[in-house]
């Protein structure tokens, strides 16, 4: 199965600031299908980015993505306190289907 | 606006099975595929495996695929897992969640349930 690593386990950011994620796959992942998903403590993951660089609809633009083959990233620019969360990538090219462990947005 | 809502037990001892049900709500069942998710405490998300009209589609991860099965009742709109022969370590978050194909992300996911396996 094809195994996502996220980096960093923690981002502590301060509101107005830029996060930069990163997301890398043990192998190519098919087709850049890549997601990742924005999740708060008690709440569903919720999309945000597919097929690596695509925004969601209703997604602000301060959330972009880019990447292809084996490295991905997630920028967040100008960090609104609503957007402290866990953020999760995930590869839907080869079945099973996989997950990073996540990446923990907190307030600095 | 389709809504997803799993249910379940909270509670399963260890070596019984665990069933869960999401029911979805706005919008047809058909033509979906319907998956189950997981998240133990603290740890990352999992995909056990989809269902896809009436079951002519299953898709198992293979890590899983000897304890789970995945149902859909259409009449009811209802995707069901059942999970056999659970340990501690089947102690997690279960969402299910739609996607447009099999090649798809995960869009909407339901709000989850906690099962957690103890005697």
């Known amino acids: 199965e094809n195994v996502l690593t996220q980096s960093p386990g923690t981002l502590s950011l301060s509101p107005g600031e830029r996060a930069t994620l990163s997301c890398r796959a043990s192998q190519s992942v098919v087709g850049n299908y890549l997601a990742w998903y924005q999740q708060k403590p008690g709440q569903a993951p919720r999309i945000l980015i597919y097929?690596?660089?695509d925004r969601a609809t209703g997604i602000p633009d301060r959330f972009s993505a880019s990447g292809s083959g084996t490295d991905f990233t997630l920028t967040i620019n100008r960090l609104e306190p609503e957007d402290f969360a866990v953020y999760h990538c995930q590869q839907y090219g080869s079945a099973p289907w996989t997950f990073g462990q996540g990446t923990k947005v907190e307030i600095k | 606006q389709v809504q997803l809502q799993e249910s379940g037990p909270g509670l399963v001892k260890p070596s019984e099975t665990l069933s869960l049900t999401c029911t979805v709500s706005g919008g047809s069942i058909s033509q979906y595929y319907w998956s189950w998710i997981r998240q133990p405490p603290g740890a990352g998300l999992e995909w056990i495996g989809y269902?896809?009209?009436?079951?002519?589609?299953?898709k198992y991860n293979p890590s899983l695929e000897s304890r789970v099965t995945i149902s859909l009742d259409m009449s009811k709109s209802q995707i069901s897992l059942e999970f056999n022969s659970v340990t501690a370590a089947d102690t997690a978050v279960y969402y299910c969640?739609?996607?447009?194909?099999?090649?798809?992300?995960?869009?909407?996911w339901g709000r989850g349930t906690l099962v957690i396996v103890s005697s």
């Open positions: 097929g690596a660089s």
């Open positions: 269902i896809y009209n009436r079951g002519r589609a299953n």
């Open positions: 969640a739609r996607s447009n194909s099999w090649i798809n992300w995960f869009d909407p």
